[in-house]
């Protein structure tokens, strides 16, 4: 059945995606090192099959798919039609043998019991209802199967998160308010909820850790990721022209001092979490 909240944040994803498509290079590039941190931490082999989920446009699901090679099986679902018509277009474009995308609500979707493991960077965090979603993502797995996926730690931790809003909040009816306890960005920044929600969706061995990964981006970069990914773009899309300059005077500004030589280091503050299932 999909319920009000289901059909939101499918809607949501809808309009995201377009940034999510339009700056793919860019995000990969900067969250490259999440990829591969979350499918060694999977410890997947040759052979195996594993489950990306939220997997955007592909990144991890092709990180996964060259570590269980040829013999392996990767697929990569998304809500967002768009973003696996990218990942399926580029799966093609680069020759990824072993890679398969499916456009699904991971959440409801009855994937047969055949994943060694259930991997995801940054694609879990936004089911109405986390633990249907993690009991069905167990429920794909073969018996002790693995699961290891990222997820944000607090906006605190994560000030290039913080800095655009603040720097926005006097020009908008209503600014953004990140909430760690619901669907979105930080729902898994407290640890102790990400393991509660485990648990009671029958994980075991749940060891989560902090992962920090340090990257270099250009000013206009930084901006991009500000005010074209972040969750101020919904916002300044419907936003008039006076408001949109104003914004995005006033986040150049409060950028600009984290800018040196030319180069800004974007900090991705998150959890790496593994279990069994
Ligand atoms: C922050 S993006 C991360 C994308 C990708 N994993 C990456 O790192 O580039 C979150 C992704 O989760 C997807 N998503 C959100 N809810 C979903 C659901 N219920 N089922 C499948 N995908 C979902 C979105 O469409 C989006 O592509």
């Not at 269980?68 to 973003?83: C, E």
């Not at 995801?120 to 209802?129: E, I, K, L, T, Y």
């Not at 009991?135 to 996926?149: I, V």
């Not at 409060?254 to 299932?277: E, H, I, K």
Request: one cysteine or more; charged letters at 20%.
């Amino acid at each position: 059945m999909s319920t009000s909240a289901d059909r939101d944040m499918a809607a949501y994803w809808d309009r995201a995606s377009q940034a999510w498509v339009e700056h793919q290079a860019l995000l990969d590039r900067l969250m490259a090192p999440i990829a591969e941190a979350v499918v060694e931490a999977a410890g997947l082999v040759n052979g195996e099959s594993v489950l990306d989920v939220g997997c955007g446009s592909g990144a991890t699901t092709f990180a996964a798919a060259w570590r269980v090679g040829p013999t392996g099986r990767a697929l990569g679902v998304d809500i967002s039609g768009a973003l696996v018509e990218l990942a399926r277009r580029r799966a093609g474009e680069d020759g990824i043998e072993g890679a398969e995308f499916l456009l699904a609500d991971a959440q409801t979707h009855a994937f047969d019991p055949v994943f060694d493991a259930v991997v995801s960077r940054f694609g879990v965090m936004f089911f109405p209802d986390p633990v249907a979603a993690f009991a069905n993502l167990r429920r794909a797995l073969k018996p002790g199967g693995r699961l290891a996926f990222a997820a944000w730690r607090s906006p605190e931790e994560n000030p290039l998160s913080l800095i655009p809003l603040r720097a926005a909040a006097p020009f908008l009816p209503e600014p953004p308010r990140f909430e760690t306890n619901a669907p979105g960005r930080f729902a898994f920044a407290d640890q102790a909820r990400v393991r509660a929600v485990l648990e009671a969706a029958g994980w075991r061995e749940i060891a989560i850790t902090p992962l920090d990964v340090a990257r270099p981006l250009s000013f206009d970069e930084l901006l991009t990721m500000s005010l074209r990914v972040g969750p101020l773009n919904p916002i300044l899309k419907d936003a008039g022209e006076a408001v949109r300059r104003a914004v995005g005077e006033a986040v150049a500004a409060a950028l600009t001092p984290l800018v040196q030589d030319g180069v800004a280091t974007m900090t991705s503050a998150c959890w790496l979490v593994t279990a069994r299932g």
